[in-house]
């Protein structure tokens, strides 16, 4: 919105016009911007979920409470696929439900081997879905949002430039609010580029969860490949939280 401070309005020419366009112009770049990533934070909540949920089923001791922490964790993961599936058009598999069955499946005794046999079987239903979330993650922050943050820095700049030429000079006040925004955006693309490397890493730790388990590793090593998806996670969100 800067370059429209530059503007010069005159009765009868087409300034305004102009005007208006770079205003309509500058929302619909920030309504794109929002809907990338909101989907990329919306990937993000059914990753952490799914974290969640991994986390439970390595538990020492079965108990009703975990039972209840399944079956809530699991309607909750479901029913943020459903939204993701049904907002972008996705036909992502409900996993969630499948969480509390294991737990139950477990048999009260939640035998460590029976437990190894279940978790190994719900990776393994979920993988397919990780390998595609964290792929869609990259993609809106990669085609979309990168980009965006990059096209809106230039346009700041120049259009710094241009309203500081037309006012020949600035209050501090504007020149804080401008200093403001960048450094905004220059956190902003060290955080894409954080989260798209927690996206990867996501990815590879699940990866590395799905060997662990067809190994029949110990499950202490299990736990910590699961405690790095929940770190990641938390790691990538940070994005969204900067524009909020």
Known sequence: ???????????????????????????QRHREFNEAANQADEALEILNLYASALTILTSDDFNTSLDESATAVGKSLDKAIAAYNDSYQKDFSLIGSAAAQ?????????????????????VGLAD???????????????????????NLMTRVEREFINSANHHGRLDLGTVVRINQI???????ESLAEAAVSSAKRYREAH??????????????GVIEQITVL???????????????
């Open 128 to 150: 397919p879905l990780i390998g595609a979330l964290t792929k869609d993650v990259e993609d809106m922050i990669q085609d979309k949002i990168s980009p965006n943050l990059k």
């Open 102 to 122: 294991i737990v139950r499946g477990a048999g009260g005794v939640y035998l460590r081997y029976k437990q190894t046999v279940l978790l190994k079987e719900y």
């Open 230 to 244: 929940a770190d990641e996670v938390k790691a990538a969100r940070k994005l969204k939280k900067n524009f909020e």
């Open 1 to 27: 919105l800067l370059a429209v401070t530059g503007y010069t309005f005159r009765p009868g020419d087409e300034t305004a016009a102009w005007a208006l366009k770079d205003m309509k112009s500058a929302r």
């Open 182 to 188: 960048f450094y905004r955006l220059e956190g902003a």
């Open 207 to 220: 990866r590395a969860l799905k060997e662990a388990l067809s190994k029949k590793q110990d499950l202490k």
